[in-house]
């Protein structure tokens, strides 16, 4: 089994008005086979704690750690936190101009596992996983991300989390722009990867209605850079039902 284990993270990054602390003190651990589900308002910290994880290097840990099978994630490079088995999918996926999607995908498939997959067997896992989530045949020739609405990029993370078999995924509001019939396929793609691969997940959202299609095992409502409450499913509902109005009030 794997874990991933957060402890007293305090995250900042610099202004111009100088060093902000944007995570003041968050303690999470997610085991392989569950989902987590990250919640609250816009500015709440949710997005800084899933970079902090990939490594982005705007964001300074000032104190705290992050471990991932007992191995120290914040002296990893980014490189080698995907080789360990981290994942991430971004809110805002980038282009990658001059790069198809085919040569990105086998390249990165190569660097991971430490060997290039088998042209044959993979050609038909990447042709059967676009098929799965929908992605035309053509994608495939074409530039990373070039030119894709908000949903195809989306789509194209998952495509991603399916091949690549990651230990752990942080999903970073990958409902984000996305319509009923794209949130349902996405969805989809990410329970395949959960129930094939006994993946944890961290699932960032600022709605419920992804939970109807990914159900969490956990939901915690970030406030302000900490984390205010810890609780299953149903505190999703009462989010839904009622808002952040009586996190937001206790923190006023």
Known sequence: MSSLEIKDLHVSIETEQGSKEILKGVSLTINSGEI???????GSG??????????????????????????DVLEM???????????????????????????????????????APKLRTWTKEVRDAMEL??????????????GFSGGEKKRVEILQLELFKPKFAVLDETDSGLDIDALRV?????????????????LITHY????????????HVFIDGRVAEHGGPEL???????GYDRFLAATA
């Open 36 to 42: 987590h589900a990250i919640m609250g308002p816009n």
């Open 46 to 71: 949710k997005s800084t704690l899933a970079a902090t994880i990939a490594g982005h290097p705007r964001y300074e840990v000032t104190s705290g750690s992050i471990t991932f099978d007992g191995e």
């Open 77 to 115: 490079g980014v490189d080698e936190r995907a080789q360990a088995g981290l994942f991430l999918a971004m809110q805002y996926p980038v282009e990658v101009p001059g790069v198809t999607m085919t040569n990105f995908l086998r390249t990165a498939k190569t660097a991971l596992d430490g060997e």
């Open 133 to 146: 989530l929908k992605i035309d045949a053509d994608f495939a020739s074409r530039n990373v991300n070039e």
């Open 186 to 202: 996405v969805s989809e793609g990410v329970n395949r990867a959960q129930q094939n691969n006994d993946m944890g997940t961290m």
């Open 208 to 219: 419920t209605r992804i939970l109807n299609y990914i159900k969490p095992d956990h939901v």
């Open 236 to 242: 999703a509902d009462e989010l839904e039902a009622n």
